[in-house]
């Protein structure tokens, strides 16, 4: 039984072949195709009301450098939300949940804005890693410590996603099993079991989508201190 609860998390296979890439893909194919009329539908609309906010939002504090990232950036968050969002139907496979993806996302990002930094703005870049006004004795210890928090970002970017959206499928997955367990037994507990799970669901929509959003806004901050 405990053993069940994580087989959520392993990707599925068809013939040997791990359906991680289709499940990737799908997303892709839900967003509406935008069309040579100007009345679109409604679900386009609201998908180019969607992309612009967001777009504003996430370009807002950068500078006209930083403007390249835009469709990258509104293309990352439209993805991660739709995969989250659809990991939360049953019978289904959320990719997010696998830390393994969401370090190749994070990594490759990470060192792009970092590297920008070194290129464009060396000395600056640089200078993040020691405060001024440092004491002199405390320079090397400042320095280890602010170059072992710039090489953790990453990690702490895949890891938050990983475990929030983790956390909530188990919890999820456990009340659930108690919901059914206990509705022959005792139908009033399960009723508040199942009411609790109701709630439970709209706050895991609710985290599927801020996550999305925070892991897109780090990295815009990142790419912010180094340009």
């Known amino acids: ?6 087989d959520q998390f392993s990707s599925p296979y068809l013939l040997g072949i ?5 499940s990737l893909l799908l997303p892709a194919l839900l967003l509406p195709s935008p069309g040579h009329r100007w009345i679109n539908n409604r679900l386009s609309t609201i998908q180019l009301w969607f992309v612009h906010l967001v777009t504003k939002q996430l370009m807002t504090p950068l500078n006209k450098a930083g403007h390249k990232w835009a469709l990258l950036l509104s293309s990352l968050i439209l993805l991660l939300l739709l995969i989250n969002l659809l990991g939360l139907l049953p019978y289904t496979f959320t990719p997010t949940t696998q830390l393994s993806m969401n370090m190749a996302l994070a990594l490759p990002l990470w060192l792009a804005t970092l590297l920008i930094g ?3 703005q060396p ?8 405060p001024e006004g440092t004491p002199t004795p405390l320079i090397p210890a400042l320095i280890l410590i602010e170059t072992t928090s710039l090489l953790i970002r990453p990690l702490a970017l895949g890891v938050r996603l990983t475990a929030n959206l983790t956390a909530g499928h ?8 108690a919901t059914i367990t206990l509705l022959p037994m005792m139908p009033s507990i399960s009723a508040l079991t199942a009411l609790i799970l109701f709630l439970l669901t709209i706050l895991e929509v609710a985290v ?3 996550q999305a959003y925070v892991f897109v ?5 990142y790419l912010q201190e180094n340009i």
């Open 217 to 221: 806004l780090l990295l815009s901050l």
């Open 118 to 120: 070194l290129r464009n």
């Open 170 to 177: 188990l919890l999820i997955q456990l009340i659930s099993t």
């Open 1 to 6: 039984m405990n053993l069940s609860f994580f």
């Open 208 to 210: 599927a989508m801020i």
């Open 18 to 22: 791990p359906l991680i890439l289709p």
């Open 123 to 130: 000395s600056i870049s640089l200078g993040h890693l020691l």
